[in-house]
Nanobody, 126 residues
C-alpha cells in the first residue's frame, strides 16, 4: 500500500519554472515505478512522465520532453517533477501515481496505477 501527497503547484507566468513533489508513505515506495499525470478541464487524464523504481530509467510525453524532468529520492520517499519553460497549455491538475512493486517499469496508461495523490493545480498565464 502506498499513500501519495503532491505539493508545489501554483500560478506562474509562461517561461517560469516549478518543481512538484510527491511524498509517499508505505513500505513499497522504493520498489514502485512512479508516474506523473495531468488533467486539464474537459480533457482526459494524460501521461506526463514516468520513472522506474531505481530512478535509472525515465520516459516523457512528447509535449514535455526537454522541458520537464522526473526524479526520485528513495531515501526520502519522494518523487519530483521539475518543470521548466512552462507554457499556458501546461495548465492542469497534476497527479503523481504509483504502480505496484511487482512491476519494473512505468506505464502510459492511468489504469495501470492503483495509487494516486489528490493532485496539485498548476496554472500558467500567458
Amino acid at each position: 500500500q502506498v499513500q501519495l501527497v503532491e505539493s508545489g503547484g501554483g500560478l506562474v507566468q509562461a517561461g517560469d519554472s516549478l518543481r512538484l513533489s510527491c511524498a509517499a508513505s508505505g513500505r513499497t515506495f522504493s520498489s514502485s515505478p512512479m508516474g506523473w499525470f495531468r488533467q486539464a478541464p474537459g480533457k482526459e487524464r494524460e501521461f506526463v512522465a514516468g520513472i522506474n523504481w531505481s530512478g535509472g530509467r525515465s520516459t516523457y510525453a512528447d509535449s514535455v520532453k526537454g522541458r520537464f524532468t522526473i526524479s526520485r529520492d528513495n531515501a526520502k520517499n519522494t518523487a519530483y517533477l521539475q518543470m521548466n519553460s512552462l507554457k499556458p497549455e501546461d495548465t492542469a491538475v497534476y497527479y503523481c501515481a504509483a504502480r505496484t512493486a511487482s512491476y519494473y517499469s512505468t506505464s502510459y496508461s492511468p489504469q495501470d496505477y492503483p495509487y494516486w495523490g489528490q493532485g496539485t493545480q498548476v496554472t500558467v498565464s500567458s
